[in-house]
């Protein structure tokens, strides 16, 4: 948040300092290639990195909840057709995927949010079918249904706020998966040129590894930081939301 009030130079500002500068008072962690702050770069990095991370995680989120709650309430042929495009985009790896289609629609910010995004709602549409299943037959559920609550009601107002607390821990945990995929295809050069992140300062990095070690490792402290970070959260939220599961 405080990112461009704490950074001290523009990320992509070359020329700053002296290229390859180990680190020192001035420059924390020291420079890249082109002369550029690696600190301003990982403190905006941080920010584009959780963008994209809760954005694409709510994308995902959204889709799978309505796919997962169609095809747990209605069951049937719904529920044959919709799992069978679920196992589609589970059996297909979601990483070689977003780099064709990144690669085909543009390597611009909000094409790979979107792409992360449409490929990561899987999870969560199972996990709320399962719960949609568990659910539906309760005596709760059949006493709204016999007072004469439509479809509707039923899935919005009876099911969907007992299912949610399993949904919020896995949304989460796709937080730190988009923003991985994210770093993972800047890393391979088809991230958005134009908007600093992790991946594109290791993907920079790795052209100079072997003559200086920080432009690479302090992004990579910082991804792998975050990335733990989540994952504990996530769980967290899972012990605190179901207690009764364990």
């Not at 309430?73 to 064709?100: K, N, Q």
Request: net charge negative.
């Amino acid at each position: 948040m405080f990112g461009p009030i704490i950074a001290p130079y523009r990320p992509q500002t070359t020329g700053v300092g002296p290229a390859v500068q180990p680190p020192d008072l001035q420059f924390p962690m020291g420079t890249d290639d082109l002369g550029r702050d690696v600190l301003s770069g990982v403190l905006w990095g941080a920010r584009v990195s959780l963008a994209v991370g809760i954005l694409a995680s709510l994308i995902a989120t959204s889709v799978g909840i309505v796919m997962g709650a169609v095809s747990g309430f209605y069951g049937g042929l719904i529920d044959d057709t919709l799992m069978r495009i679920t196992e589609v985009f589970l059996v297909i790896p979601s990483f070689v995927l977003a780099l064709i289609l990144v690669a085909t629609l543009g390597a611009s910010i909000w094409n790979i949010i979107l792409v992360i995004g449409v490929l990561s709602w899987p999870s969560t549409a199972r996990i709320v079918r399962g719960e949609f299943l568990s659910l539906r037959e309760r005596e709760y559920v059949l006493a709204a249904r016999a007072i004469g609550e439509g479809n509707r009601a039923l899935i919005f107002r009876e099911l969907l706020p007992n299912a949610i607390t399993t949904v919020i821990p896995n949304g989460v945990l796709q937080v730190s998966s988009a923003i991985l995929l994210e770093a993972g295809v800047s890393f391979l050069g088809l991230g958005d040129p134009n908007v600093p992140s992790w991946g594109m300062m290791l993907n920079s990095a790795m052209q100079i590894l072997r003559s200086a070690w920080w432009p690479g490792l302090f992004p990579g402290i910082a991804l792998s930081s975050l990335a733990i970070a989540l994952n504990l959260m996530g769980d967290g939220l899972n012990d605190a939301l179901n207690p009764k599961a364990y």
